[in-house]
């Protein structure tokens, strides 16, 4: 099946600074989110990216289908940013569009 | 998200008792998904279930774990004779059609078996 790969795995902010994060995935895929996991354990829902760029607020993300990897930007971060951001990944394999999660970059903004 | 619904929210179940999981998916979705989070992991595919169908099975234990999405109701995640092992996040997903593949997640249940 498709791998997904993030980095870097943990990530120390100061409250305001930039940061940029990195999926790389190992296939071709029909779909592309990246999530927000708060604290409380809640997925938030990020972006749905399979290809191009999007942007919302504070935050944006770029995917390069044809060189398999996905960046999600944070800009002027803040310390509810802090949690860990899963990018996951599907390709339409046997009818099934489930998603590949990668093991995450769990961010930490401090004030 | 907050318009897949699933409960209960925490769980405590005695080693060899059965845990029940519910998941209502998102209004007009026909397609749910159920993940598992370990503690410190991402989360791992288990099922894929339209109504009354179970399309892909292939994340699920081959025992003691069970799924079914009625024609009426919400989808159902069983555990039977549950053990320390399977305590964990269970999430739960929906989407809108196949290939309009977008996911949207319930705020999970946390099972705890003692």
């Known amino acids: 099946g498709i791998q997904v790969e993030q980095s870097p795995p943990d990530l120390i902010l100061q409250e305001g600074a930039n940061s940029t994060l990195r999926c790389n995935f190992s296939d071709s895929v029909n779909n592309l989110q990246w999530f927000h996991q708060n604290p409380w354990g809640q997925l938030i829902n990020l972006f749905y990216?399979?290809?191009g760029t999007k942007q919302n607020g504070r935050l944006s993300a770029t995917t390069v289908a044809t060189e398999r990897y996905s960046l999600l930007y944070i800009s002027s971060s803040q310390t509810t940013d802090s949690g860990v951001y899963f990018c996951a990944a599907a390709y339409s394999g046997a009818g099934s569009y489930q998603l590949t999660f990668g093991k995450g970059t769990k961010l930490s903004v401090i004030p | 998200n907050a318009g897949v619904m699933q409960n209960p929210r925490h769980l405590v179940r005695r080693r060899g008792q059965e845990a029940r999981l519910r998941c209502s998916p998102m209004?007009?979705?026909?397609?749910v998904y159920w993940y598992r989070q370990l503690p410190e992991e991402g989360l791992k595919f288990m099922v894929y279930?339209?109504?009354?169908?179970?399309?892909?099975e292939s994340g699920m234990p081959k025992e003691r774990f069970s799924a079914e999405f009625p024609k009426e109701g919400p989808s159902i995640l069983r555990i039977q004779q549950v053990v320390r092992g399977d305590s964990a996040a269970y999430f739960c997903?929906?989407?809108?059609?196949?290939?309009?593949?977008?996911?949207?997640f319930g705020q999970g249940t946390r099972l705890t078996v003692v």
């Open positions: 279930l339209q109504k009354e169908n179970i399309i892909d």
């Open positions: 997903a929906s989407s809108h059609a196949l290939g309009t593949g977008e996911a949207f």
């Open positions: 209004k007009g979705h026909s397609h």
């Open positions: 990216i399979p290809s």
